[in-house]
């Protein structure tokens, strides 16, 4: 019998083998012509069989190693696709309906043209797959940003804004350097007479209160009221709806107010203008006292300062210098220092006994 092929190890061929030759019936010692011929010819078709039979286990191996490529293709396929399609329900509600909107626009548009091929069909269905993660990818990111926007605290975020403003004070003086410009000089260019009045007053006002001592209750008292002062605006519509009525004005007509312009010039005529007059410009002679009603909002202004004085008084705890040193037992910095050398060597002598003076016990 002829050696054939064999399979590889662990698979299956698909193909039946062929069966094998039946053994060969040995010659006759003495043949004709005939018989010689018809006995090679038999070699010649078992030969043929044998090699027709490595031939198709050939084939059958190849088919098997083809169907395993292709399942392991399948395999990564589907690997794949179920890493795209981990996510949010969100996400795959999106792709079922865009598969039944794909396949209602394909159903109206098989009834005027040519239903799509299935090449068609799984390109258009592999766009909407690519739009559908694209959006999804869209959407996380923009998620995200507003989660790290959250976790930012009002005292980052200020400290986020002054480190943006260093940045931009030092980069401007590094721009005027190079220029050769004045940076106090280009800055300056950048206010107003207005607003440089106001800030030299501000600064005035800061150095004649900046004497932090105390020197009596009247003086603290007074400090207290000036500092109150600054927290007071005028309620300049009142005020105005007071003057147009002393005035004999219509309703709204100092709408710009302007605190240095004089209305000593007209001269109220009817009664109630000149009882106006007398309420809001009042002197030494004026009889009229004590009228004077606030409002709600006035009221609750001030009870809040109260409640708000009242608060900060209670929270407020000097801090006091060397609190953790328990016991003081110095009168100046300087005696300080020297009884805290001597405490370094003689604290071990002398603790028993001060502990005896403290119990009560000592001798």
């Not at 990818?137 to 260093?166: G, M, P, V």
Request: hydrophobic share 30%; no cysteine; glycine share 6%.
């Amino acid at each position: 019998m002829p050696p054939t092929r064999s399979s590889k190890r662990n698979k299956k061929a698909t193909a039946k083998p062929a069966p094998a030759p039946e053994p060969e019936p040995e010659p006759p010692a003495q043949t004709s012509e005939a018989q010689a011929d018809g006995y090679v010819e038999g070699e010649e078709a078992r030969a043929a069989s044998t090699s027709a039979v490595a031939m198709v286990e050939d084939v059958a191996e190849a088919a098997t190693a083809f169907t395993e490529k292709m399942d392991g293709i399948e395999e990564g396929e589907k690997v794949e696709a179920e890493g795209q399609e981990e996510g949010s329900g969100q996400e795959q509600e999106q792709e079922e309906n865009a598969t039944v909107e794909m396949e209602e626009e394909g159903g109206e548009e098989s009834k005027v043209a040519p239903r799509l091929t299935m090449e068609e069909r799984k390109a258009k269905m592999e766009q909407l797959r690519k739009k559908i993660i694209a959006s999804s990818r869209a959407n996380r990111a923009s998620l995200i940003e507003e989660s790290a926007k959250a976790k930012i605290t009002a005292r980052d975020a200020a400290r986020l804004e002054r480190q943006r403003k260093l940045a931009e004070t030092l980069r401007s003086k590094a721009e005027a350097e190079e220029n050769g410009e004045d940076v106090d000089r280009a800055k300056n260019w950048e206010w107003t007479i207005e607003e440089n009045d106001n800030w030299e007053k501000k600064l005035a006002r800061k150095a004649r209160r900046a004497d932090f001592e105390f020197h009596d209750d009247a003086h603290a008292a007074r400090r207290r009221y000036k500092k109150d002062l600054d927290h007071i605006k005028p309620d300049m519509a009142a005020y105005n709806k007071q003057k147009e009525l002393a005035m004999g004005l219509a309703p709204g007509t100092l709408v710009g107010f302007n605190p240095t312009a004089g209305s000593s010039q007209l001269v109220p005529t009817s009664q109630e203008q000149q009882l106006a007059a007398a309420n809001l410009y009042r002197d030494a002679n004026t009889l009229i006292y004590g009228d004077n009603k606030p409002t709600e909002d006035a009221i609750d202004r001030v009870v809040g300062k109260i409640n708000q004085d009242i608060d900060k008084k209670g929270k407020f705890s000097r801090k006091r210098l060397n609190e953790d040193e328990g016991d003081i037992t110095y009168i100046n910095e300087h005696n300080r220092v020297f009884n805290k050398k001597i405490a370094r060597y003689y604290d071990k002598y002398t603790a028993e006994i001060r502990a005896s003076f403290e119990r009560g016990t000592a001798l």
